[in-house]
T-cell receptor, first 111, second 114 residues
Framework: SQQGEEDPQALSIQEGENATMNCSYKTSINNLQWYRQNSGRGLVHLILIRSNEREKHSGRLRVTLDTSKKSSSLLITASRAADTASYFCATGAGGSYIPTFGRGTSLIVHP | KAGVTQTPRYLIKTRGQQVTLSCSPISGHRSVSWYQQTPGQGLQFLFEYFSETQRNKGNFPGRFSGRQFSNSRSEMNVSTLELGDSALYLC?????????????FGPGTRLTVT
């Protein structure tokens, strides 16, 4: 079963705009990761945020985690056409080393 | 370092046949996980191997099996293929740090069952 659920399922924006994707999960987690997948390819790890962290930045990416609401958001600032991809959140919980992936948000950035 | 490699990249098989997919992890990574990705079910975990032992297993039938060699390379096998096995099969290797770890994915093997 999927632990994380991304919202929205699809997002279409213009180049230069910001893109925000959300991830909600149901049980307590140790950490949450975001991955990007270009069409039909492998996933690329973007950022990991631990349960005791509230915000992390990496370049144009900003991730927040609210454990009280069991939710996370990924913000991509000043988006580019090359950001067009699917974005997945993956939660790590309990004694399991295996992250559980959501179904992803499909982002299209129009040039 | 070279990334995770998967072979073959594309494969077409007939129902009832069997298939073996190969994955070479990043040098030094001892954990290899396999995932099945389909439009309907999303990314589903198949199994994970660590130091030649299956450490974790997802909820897939016994037709799906795997193994890991002493050099950490891994193979997965699907016997008696069904149409529903058509999917992108992704392999990921990782270097454990703490409770969970970042996974480095290969480009995937696109399997089509006809």
């Amino acid at each position: 079963s999927q632990q994380g659920e991304e919202d929205p399922q699809a997002l279409s924006i213009q180049e230069g705009e910001n893109a925000t994707m959300n991830c909600s999960y149901k049980t307590s987690i140790n950490n949450l990761q975001w991955y990007r997948q270009n069409s039909g390819r492998g996933l690329v790890h973007l950022i990991l945020i631990r349960s005791n962290e509230r915000e992390k930045h990496s370049g144009r990416l900003r991730v927040t985690l609210d454990t009280s609401k069991k939710s996370s958001s990924l913000l991509i600032t000043a988006s580019r056409a090359a950001d067009t991809a699917s974005y997945f959140c993956a939660t790590g919980a309990g004694g399991s080393y295996i992250p559980t992936f959501g179904r992803g948000t499909s982002l299209i950035v129009h040039p | 370092k070279a990334g995770v490699t998967q072979t073959p990249r594309y494969l077409i098989k007939t129902r009832g046949q069997q298939v073996t997919l190969s994955c070479s992890p990043i040098s030094g990574h001892r954990s290899v996980s396999w995932y099945q990705q389909t439009p309907g079910q999303g990314l589903q975990f198949l199994f994970e191997y660590f130091s030649e032992t299956q450490r974790n297993k997802g909820n897939f039938p016994g037709r799906f099996s795997g193994r890991q060699f002493s050099n950490s390379r891994s193979e997965m096998n699907v016997s008696t293929l069904e149409l529903g096995d058509s999917a992108l099969y992704l392999c990921a290797s990782s270097l454990e740090t703490g409770y969970s770890y970042e996974q480095y994915f290969g480009p995937g093997t696109r399997l089509t069952v006809t």
